[in-house]
T-cell receptor
């Protein structure tokens, strides 16, 4: 059984640029959640996708957007990057109300 | 709204000592789940345990044990006879049934086990 994978592992961008992060969910899971973890803090919920529809959103501005594909993989897009967007971005897959399994994360640095 | 507080930011112990991590949560929902995750330096969150709000029975798994007390809204985690491999950041988290499985995390406690 393949676990949750994320790409890329690391990414460096400059302010104002746009970035796309990718997540492949675990086999059999139809829900993907994204979290942002700033240095030294706990993860913060960004949003969740279930069957290609957004299913809940945390306190993040609209420049954070996402997609889920028919194979349940997902993308997180961030436009107009700011310095504070520098963080570890974690993806988790699960059944709709089940246990969340996390990927290794993508570390984004905004200069 | 939900809130999870981990008052201890960092704990340092010598190998074989016991270490207890505190977690206090806030929610108005009556049906909720509590979690502990381990985050080693690699960054991936590793699931350790899930308890639901109707099950206050304490649990032991090897060197790990958990103490859930609804009366004090606490879900504490003890590592017995700590080992160097236990060095990591540990997060307590909460989800409520009404919000699906969205997790609210505490700030984490860094555990450093010295040989």
């Amino acid at each position: 059984e393949t676990g949750v994978t994320q790409s890329p592992t690391h990414l460096i961008k400059t302010r104002g640029q746009q970035v796309t992060l990718r997540c492949s969910s675990q086999s059999g899971h139809n829900t993907v959640s994204w979290y942002q973890q700033a240095l030294g803090q706990g993860p913060q919920f960004i949003f969740q996708y279930y069957r290609e529809e957004e299913n809940g959103r945390g306190n993040f501005p609209p420049r954070f957007s996402g997609l889920q594909f028919p194979n349940y993989s997902s993308e997180l897009n961030v436009n107009a990057l700011e310095l504070d967007d520098s963080a570890l971005y974690l993806c988790a897959s699960s059944p709709i109300r089940g246990e969340q399994f996390f990927g290794p994360g993508t570390r984004l640095t905004v200069l | 709204a939900q809130k999870v507080t981990q008052a201890q930011t960092e704990i340092s112990v010598v190998e074989k000592e016991d270490v207890t991590l505190d977690c206090v949560y806030e929610t108005r929902d009556t049906t909720y789940y509590l979690f502990w995750y381990k985050q080693p330096p690699s960054g991936e969150l590793v699931f350790l345990i899930r308890r639901n709000s109707f099950d206050e029975q304490n649990e032991i798994s090897g060197r790990y044990s958990w103490n859930f007390q609804k009366s004090t809204s606490s879900f504490n985690f003890t590592i017995t006879a700590s080992q160097v491999v236990d060095s990591a950041v540990y997060f307590c988290a909460l989800s409520v049934k009404a919000a699906g499985n969205k997790l609210t995390f505490g700030g984490g406690t860094r555990v450093l086990v010295k040989p």
